[in-house]
């Protein structure tokens, strides 16, 4: 009695066409699986902690090793930080800050891309190069060489006001002698501060996607709306923005989510949490859940409601997105 022996070879050519588009579909979900292990332990159970933590009465760290039960408060600790007045106020504070930081961003931004744009390759990659170093430049380094430059007694600003001429100073901003001067002791002067910070170490990254996106831009159409007697203010918004929308949706959509994450230049600058009506989110998030005595369920609330904010803004990018492809 003869056995045969089924090769590989004759088991490929007796699979059927539909067995094999099902093995081809499952290829890339076997491919994502690594990532989506590493994205749900690195970030969705972190974050479905904080969600839970977010309907619990949690204000000792006992509570979080598990030594003790979690009282739980369902709703309550929304309703007491959404009723809370001083959220109102941090809400407001985050919503002017991130408007203002994503306008001067953009704008900078742009405005850097273009320039690098007009520039010859060597000029450009050197000041590309020069650019890119605030946006390589880690946060918490950045922001206390800032510090420093505003420090009250050595810092670099308060050496230029004083060696302005004691009258035109005084005339000017109603100080003579500028030692001692608290430059983070007015909200307005924090926030302006904080401004200069944020977009210092944010506008490279969005020069060098609108360089990339003018890049893609065909030559042509510039030199036909040139042809046409289109003035650079005309081609800009006429071929270039057209072209780039999807560019700069994404990237208004990125900055705002970076700036109503902004934390650690505000507690470097302010030091700490002492100073409460230069509140955001982020920080009033930490504040309340580990300021004595620790409110960790409050905080925790905080964090989801900015996580909820910030997905509606996305969700509106990808709405948007999405009704441009339909009408296209």
Known sequence: MTTLTETPETSAARETPARRRRRVDRLPYLLLLPCLVIIGVLLLWPLGQVVAMSFYRLNNVRQLRGDREWPWVGLANYVE?????????????TVLFAAANVLLTMVL??????????????????VASCVMLAWATPALTGTIVWKWIFDDTSGLVTWLFNALPDGLSQSLFGHSDWTGYGWFNSPLLFFSILTLVVVWHSFPFIAVSVLAGLKSVPSELHEAARVDGAGPWKVFWKVTFPLLRPVFGILIVLSTIWDFKV????????????DRPTFMLSIYSYAEAFSPPPKYGLGASIAVI????????????????LKQEEDA
């Open 109 to 126: 931004g742009t405005l850097v891309g273009l320039l690098l744009n007009r520039l010859g390759r060597k000029m450009a990659a050197f």
């Open 306 to 321: 900015l996580t909820l904010i910030l997905l509606v803004v996305t969700g509106l990018y990808v709405r948007m997105v």
């Open 81 to 93: 930080i959404l009723g809370d007045p001083f959220f109102r106020t941090v809400l407001r504070n």
């Open 263 to 274: 934390f650690t230049q505000q507690f470097v600058l302010a030091g700490g949490t002492q």
